[in-house]
């Protein structure tokens, strides 16, 4: 039986905005689509129809969707709300928004995958961290809602309390972990007030290495940070105490932390292929060093991650070369999904010349909105898509926007944001690589880090590129990211205007070859046995090493552990490489046993390891017929040191008797 067709209800929002319900039938194909002014309103009731029916009800609205909400409760179809408004029809060009809106639209048809929560609980035990009567204000405005310390650093005159209704301790924070509803505070010069202070609080003698655990932390220390990227640490609340409309701001939220909390497990982790280490040697740091908030750590040949501590801007699975690491909101296929349905919505539409404007919803959509109602809005043909964290984006959802038809793309950041994006930027470095590479001309992929609307516009009113591809891919997959990369790039580089076969990509890329010294490489076949994704194997036959430049993820493991240090990574793209053999490295000669004949080595560094103990050490020499055991397998090598009852301690001088205490005391006695 087929799906029930989707229901579109879009309105002109009293007709402050045109809308080409042409160019939004080209594209939303197969879709009821029907046109309102004042749906929300004097309309109310075609809504009201539209809700009995079933299948998915997409309305082009979303500052009425509470209302909306409480009108379909009960319904067992989907409900969508999209946002046509500040993000196309009110605009210099909302005219010409007719194909933007049917991408906006197809876009909200995609299917939302569930993600998983981690818990989190706090029983409101609270710290306020301090240096003078500011933070003892703060917990007098708690005490009667959390569980409150107050603890200060360096305390000047603070008037004891007429009644103790919660601590005050001198203590300084040496280091702090932890999260919401679980801190743990390392603290030095601990003390407790005398009872009998008088005029000011007088401590006690401070004591070092004592530890706090709470649930929530409020500094209003006016010092470093306790934490990285402090703005995204659960339950750390931190103000300027010398601000206090900040002040008062901290502890309003502190009030609300107390519960349970679900907060959303951001990143999903299968250890089975991290690639961070093998034989206590490191290869992939990738994540470790671009996590702004500590939340991964090395734990044996993978890493860990604290979903507690973990803040979601998914720099780790943009990065990961395996995929062992990967962003759920959303995962990183049903992202690219969405780019399909967009653009080439858009293109069936008749939008051409289009600009992917990637944005968060805490800074990116407040922008927006402001941009639309007090100025030109956003250009007709740049389609903005929220997500969760900008820094998210992987270099399989840049190059597959650019395979969809996609003409340029841009990322909306902070002037000053909240954590380093050095992830992205190391994402944007490839891409630019990769698109120039393909023949793109232009600045394809860039930031545009401001917080002010009227610059957002500007600078994407300026945009002059060329159209990137004749005829976009329509491929859709599922699968990992590295799967998913491939794909992208195999199809990019189908419809891209000048295919080149390598393109060399800057250093820390996830794709590349190695350059192997042949002359120095000695087929210890090290590098085969470390390598975790099989790129460099052997053959169990003969001494060979071979290379799978495919399967290759540039973690290091293989230079870290040869022996002759004659490996060196490549970054690159080889397009031919998904479809090439095995490449072979270094081949040579087996070493054969003399006595059975079964091959047991490389020729040529058996004959090299003769050569050197012949006539060199005292157990081989010249002529000597022991010599033949070096060209002997190891089973043969036994049995023929028996034959020849080999001694290798014969004719060596017998050690001296270890020396004891008992021997030097006796030597005493004999002198005296």
């Known amino acids: 039986m087929p799906d029930p067709p989707k229901t579109i209800l879009i309105c002109s929002c009293e007709d402050t905005m045109r809308l080409d319900t042409a160019a939004v039938k080209r594209g939303c194909r197969n879709s009821e689509i029907a046109k309102f002014r004042q749906l929300c309103r004097a309309e109310l009731d075609h809504f009201r129809n539209a809700a009995k029916a079933a299948g998915p009800l997409i309305v082009g609205c979303t500052q009425e969707a509470p209302l909306f909400g409480d009108e379909a409760k009960g319904r067992s179809g989907k409900t969508e709300f999209v946002n046509l408004r500040e993000t196309a029809g009110w605009s210099a060009e909302g005219s010409l928004a007719g194909p933007k809106m049917a991408a906006l639209l197809a876009v909200a048809s995609e299917p939302a995958p569930a993600y998983p929560f981690v818990a989190l609980k706090s029983d409101g035990v609270i710290l306020i961290y301090g240096r003078d009567e500011v933070a003892v204000e703060a917990g007098q405005l708690l005490a009667d809602h959390l569980d409150v310390t107050v603890m200060i650093a360096k305390p000047a005159q603070i008037m ?41 609080l007088v401590f006690e003698a401070p004591r070092k290495g004592l530890t706090s655990r709470c649930d929530i932390v409020l500094d209003l220390s006016g010092g470093t940070p306790l934490f990285p990227a402090h703005d995204l640490r659960d339950g750390y609340l931190r103000a300027d105490p010398r601000d206090p409309a900040a002040m008062l701001r901290a502890v309003l939220k502190a009030r609300d932390l107390v519960g349970n909390f679900d907060k959303p497990k951001y990143v999903n982790f299968t250890a089975e292929i991290c690639v961070h280490s093998r034989s206590r040697l490191t290869g992939c740091h990738r994540c470790l060093d671009l996590c702004p908030t500590g939340a991964i750590t090395p734990d044996g040949d993978h890493v860990k991650i604290n979903a507690e501590v973990c803040a979601g801007c998914g720099q780790c699975a943009a990065a990961c070369p395996t995929g062992a690491a990967t962003y759920a909101l959303p995962p990183a296929d049903a992202l690219l999904h969405k780019l399909r349905a967009m653009l080439l919505t858009y293109r069936e539409a008749g939008g051409s010349n289009v600009i992917v404007l990637f944005h968060d919803s805490q800074h990116g959509t407040p922008l927006i909105d402001a941009l639309a109602r007090y100025g030109d809005g956003l250009p007709a043909n740049v389609l903005p898509l929220a997500i969760n964290e900008v820094t998210q984006i992987g270099l399989e959802a840049v190059v597959a926007s650019f395979a969809y038809g996609a003409t340029g793309i841009r990322f909306l950041l902070r002037t000053k944001p909240l954590h380093d994006v050095a992830g992205l930027s190391q994402t944007i470095a490839m891409a630019d690589a990769v698109v120039a590479g393909l023949g793109f001309s232009g600045r394809r992929v860039s930031t545009i880090e401001t917080d002010d609307p009227d610059v957002l516009g500007e600078v994407l009113r300026a945009i002059e590129l060329a159209p990137a591809v004749e005829g976009p891919a329509t491929f859709k997959t599922v699968g990992k990211r590295r799967d998913l990369l491939r794909f992208a790039l195999h199809e990019l580089h189908r419809v891209a205007p000048a295919p080149t076969d390598v393109i060399a990509l800057p250093e820390g890329a996830p794709l590349g070859t190695i350059s192997v010294n042949v002359d120095g490489c000695t087929l210890c076949l090290s590098c085969a046995s470390v390598c975790p994704t099989g790129a460099l194997r052997d053959d169990p036959e003969r001494p060979v090493l071979k290379f799978v430049e495919d399967a290759c993820v540039q973690c290091g493991l293989c230079a870290s552990t040869c022996p002759e240090k004659v490996i ?105």
């Not at 020849?644 to 205490?661: G, L, M, N």
């Open 160 to 200: 004891p309390p007429a009644t103790t209704s919660f601590p005050i301790v001198q203590g300084t924070i040496r280091n702090a972990k932890g999260h919401l509803g679980a801190f743990e505070l390392a603290v030095d010069g601990y003390a407790a007030p005398r009872p009998s202070s008088r005029d000011a």
């Open 568 to 672: 060196t990574l490549k970054p690159q793209i080889d397009f031919r490489a998904a479809r090439a053999a095995a490449r072979i490295i270094k081949e040579e000669e087996p070493a054969l046993c003399i006595r059975c004949n079964k091959p047991f080595g490389v020729k040529s560094t058996i004959e090299k390891i003769a050569a050197k103990l012949e006539g060199r050490h005292w157990m081989y020499p010249t002529g000597d017929k022991r010599l033949h055991v070096v060209r002997m397998c190891a089973d043969c090598r036994v049995i023929a040191m028996s034959e020849q009852q080999f001694d290798p301690f014969k004719e060596v001088p017998a050690r001296p008797p270890p020396r004891t205490t008992d021997d030097y005391l006796r030597q005493r006695e004999d002198k005296d």
